[in-house]
């Protein structure tokens, strides 16, 4: 599978902006986001083929790394994933 498009991404970013995570604070601007963004779907376009070089952790922007959470991590990971496996994100997000 090929990697997100740039309209694709952006809505993954929309997405992770209004569903957040209820009660966590963001400790990183929106840019750094959505280089996280870029940085989750390169991670997983790599781990579609053969074994990583790194985490997902590690393939992280140093910023987003180490400002969010692990529920955040894993709310951006299961977006690109969702987006991905070509399945729509609801109207809205």
């Given amino acids: 599978m090929a990697v997100l498009t740039t309209t694709e991404r952006d809505q993954v970013y929309r997405a992770f ?3 957040g ?3 966590e604070a963001t400790n ?3 840019t750094v986001l959505r280089t996280a963004v870029d940085n989750a779907d390169d991670w997983a376009e790599s781990a579609g083929s053969a074994v990583p ?3 997902y952790n590690a393939a992280l922007n140093v910023t ?3 400002n969010a959470t ?3 991590k894993a709310l951006l990971l299961a977006l690109v994933c969702w987006l991905r496996a070509g399945r729509p994100l609801p109207e809205g997000l």
């Fill in 53 to 55: 070089a790194t985490s």
């Fill in 21 to 23: 995570i209820p009660g």
């Fill in 17 to 19: 902006m209004r569903i």
């Fill in 70 to 72: 692990a529920a955040q």
């Fill in 28 to 30: 990183y601007v929106k």
């Fill in 64 to 66: 987003f790394r180490t």
